[in-house]
């Protein structure tokens, strides 16, 4: 990431522990939900003018890289309890081979990543001169894709 510029550096969202921070008052030992959180802060992603960097784990660390190219379409979904907090989760779907769907879950202002990805993205595409065949539905059911049942 020598010569990228970040564009946006984020965290899940601790709402997403609630259910299990108020069990540990209840049921689940307090244990539990330290894990819980140290799991969620230490996931971190980060995206540069290029990629997106997800680094996860807390204490075995993993790092995946996907290049900005390779995002072929988003989505976000926000269930009603995400919109209360502003939350929401941002879905790429993309040509990679390995990770044909990246999820970021729970993050705030996830409409304005999704859309900062797919602006970077087109420019990365551009920038790259790399140009996807549409085939079908591009790779997943939601897109009007038909089986071969049809």
């Known amino acids: 990431m020598s010569n990228e510029r970040v ?3 984020g965290t899940p969202s601790q709402m997403q522990n609630l259910g299990w921070f108020i069990s540990c008052l209840l049921l689940i030992p ?3 939900a ?3 959180w140290l799991v969620v802060k230490n996931t971190v992603f980060t995206l540069t003018d290029q990629r997106l960097s997800i680094r996860r784990g ?3 660390r993993i790092t995946e890289d996907l ?7 988003t989505r976000l979904e926000q269930t009603f309890f995400e919109r209360l907090f ?3 989760e941002v879905i790429l779907f993309t040509s990679d081979a390995s990770t044909p769907e990246v999820h970021l879950p729970w993050l705030k202002d996830a409409e304005a990543l999704r859309e900062t990805v797919r602006r970077l993205s087109e420019a990365r595409r551009d920038a790259k001169r ?3 065949l549409e085939s079908g539905g591009g790779g997943h059911p939601d897109v009007g894709g038909h089986d071969a049942l049809d």
Do not use: A, H, M, Q
Not at 67 to 73: A, G, P, Q, S
């Open 67 to 73: 290049e900005l190219y390779r995002v072929r379409d």
């Open 86 to 88: 502003g939350l929401g």
């Open 7 to 9: 564009e946006w550096t």
């Open 30 to 32: 307090i244990p539990w």
């Open 130 to 132: 790399v140009r996807t």
């Open 34 to 36: 330290i894990w819980r």
């Open 58 to 60: 807390v204490f075995t």
